[in-house]
């Protein structure tokens, strides 16, 4: 089964200086049938103007991933981590027993696009950490890549979950095959262009649930198509 959930009805909050479309209940936005997918918790499709950002603020007990579409988005955090984050790479950060971190836009000019995605752990009261590493968008034309995991496997990031995180490029005719084991469900997010899955048309900012499906093939249907795959228990 594929339950698409459609971009325009997203929660949006808008604050002059950030628009934030939300897959699931966040802040002001609350709604009872969509408050997660599991322990999918936050899809945040975040943009950010030139020289503004999240100042510091704390989090606890959450798996916190941030995927740059456009721009670049500086980050710091009370571990020491002073990183600048770019399209190509994923960072990581566990919440644990307690963390604060700031995220501002790198440039003074130039909008800043990210996913900002939340994943309950597996533990509570795990030890903060951070990781952040880059994937070669062109190494992963026309395929699925990992690019977090439970294990690390593969150079992926570690996320402490049950969870394997696929990010894929694809170019107009593009075809892709995912398996999808019988006691796993899966959550497809489009970050940009459009794909169609088992022949149903999804553009940028549509999610799909997907359970009770052993494969889907997806194919890409512009030349920009960009999307993650959440594969995690049912």
Excluded: C
């Amino acid at each position: 089964m594929l339950t698409i959930r459609k971009s325009d009805e997203r929660g949006l909050a808008e604050f002059g200086w950030l628009k934030s479309f939300h897959t699931f209940s966040f802040g002001e936005y609350y709604d009872p049938n969509h408050m997660n997918f599991g322990m999918l918790r936050v899809i945040n499709d975040d943009r950010i103007k030139g020289s503004s950002g999240f100042p510091t603020h704390g989090h606890r007990d959450m798996e916190i991933i941030t995927y740059v579409l456009d721009g670049a988005l500086e980050h710091k955090d009370t571990l020491g981590n002073v990183a600048v984050i770019k399209p190509g790479e994923v960072q990581r950060m566990s919440a644990g027993t307690g963390i604060a971190h700031s995220e501002y836009n790198h440039s003074a000019t130039d909008l800043a696009r990210f996913l900002q995605i939340w994943v309950i752990p597996d533990t509570k009261g795990l030890e903060p950490g951070y990781e952040q590493k880059y994937f070669d968008p062109t190494e992963g034309q026309g395929k699925l890549r990992l690019v977090g995991s439970r294990d690390g496997r593969d150079g992926s990031v570690t996320i402490h979950q049950d969870l394997n995180l696929y990010a894929g490029h694809l170019q107009t005719g593009d075809t892709v095959d995912f398996a999808l084991a019988g006691d796993r469900q899966a959550w497809v997010q489009i970050a940009r262009g459009s794909v169609a899955i088992n022949g149903q048309v999804l553009v940028a900012g549509d999610g799909a649930a997907v359970s009770k499906l052993e494969q889907m093939t997806i194919e890409g249907r512009t030349d920009d198509a960009e999307l993650l795959i959440f594969d995690l228990a049912a």
